[in-house]
């Protein structure tokens, strides 16, 4: 599904207001629920979450951790809810075994870089991880799942869309008040720049790291061509922009709604267009996961890194989890 229109911006108009009664039920469910206690597992636990239903960069903000991680010598695993898949697990994600309609797109992207596990239940896919060997774990989302302790909940927030409308679900994109995510969260990170003045709904003494999105290299190697741009993401703005960015010449653009699973019309029409277009078709890490398998090879795969304003910061933040890390015996 597409996000309302009215869930960015001011949040004016009369249809927010008229579901406001169970936007307050949504958000009171919520606060009952992260109230529950949970498990506390023997080794750390990081989460990469947010206050948004949605993308915020959750993703890639894991995936750089998984590798900080690993870079200090430290076997680090990834839990996620593998949303858009069927299992509920626990379950070790397989690439040779598992496509996106069983474990959801972001479950593929991780385990290419550390194991990975699909658990709705993230407790249980805790000790599932830790029995395979894993020294600390990695949440992609779960700020608002209370099953599994965290020891560091970094709240990321998306610069260009901030926290919406400021309204919780389904007036707007909030899975709770910003004010109530922050409270549970060590620090935020904020990726790209305070377009929409989020920043000002965190409590003062919250720390905020900045990073930005960083292209990778095949972006540059399309400078100066014409692109026909395609994505199911939960904001293609930002997609589209880092194209123009790498000076990509952008002939077509289609946005699809998150996670959107591509099927053999969509890619023989999408295809056909970027040929009338003489354009090079081209997408998302995240979105190609979702391409049937027959058309991977006939598009271009532009990936995303973070850099970090003061890389020094996040490396501060794993530093006292790092030296818990059991040494094995």
Known sequence: MRAPDFWSGTGGGLLPLLLSPIA??????????????????????????????????KTTLALDIGQRLAHRGIAAAFLTRGYGGRHKGPLRVDPARHDSRDVGDEALLLCDVRPTWVAADRA???QAAIAAGAQALIMDDGLQNPTLVKDLSLLVIDGGFGFGNGRVIPSGPLREPPE?????????VLIGEDETGALARLPPGLPVLRARLVPGPEAAMLSGTPVFAFCGVA????????LQEAGA?????????DHYPFDAGDMESLLAE????????????????????????????????????????????????????????
């Open 24 to 57: 307050a039920i949504y958000a009171g469910a919520t606060a009952r629920r992260v109230a529950l206690p949970g498990w506390t597992a023997p080794v750390p636990v990081i989460c990469a979450g947010n206050a948004t239903a949605g993308g915020a960069g």
């Open 124 to 126: 249980k896919g805790a």
């Open 180 to 188: 109530a995510a922050a409270a549970r969260s060590h620090a935020a």
């Open 235 to 242: 904001n293609p703005r930002k997609f589209f922009a880092t």
């Open 249 to 257: 010449v952008i002939a077509g653009r289609v946005p699809f709604a």
């Open 274 to 329: 970027a040929e009338r277009l003489r354009a090079v078709p081209v997408t998302t890490r995240k979105d190609i996961v979702r391409v049937p398998a027959a058309f991977r090879s006939r598009i271009t795969v532009v990936t995303v890194t973070l850099a970090w304003e003061e890389p020094a910061r996040i490396e501060a933040l794993l530093d006292p989890l790092a030296a818990r890390v059991p040494i094995p015996a």
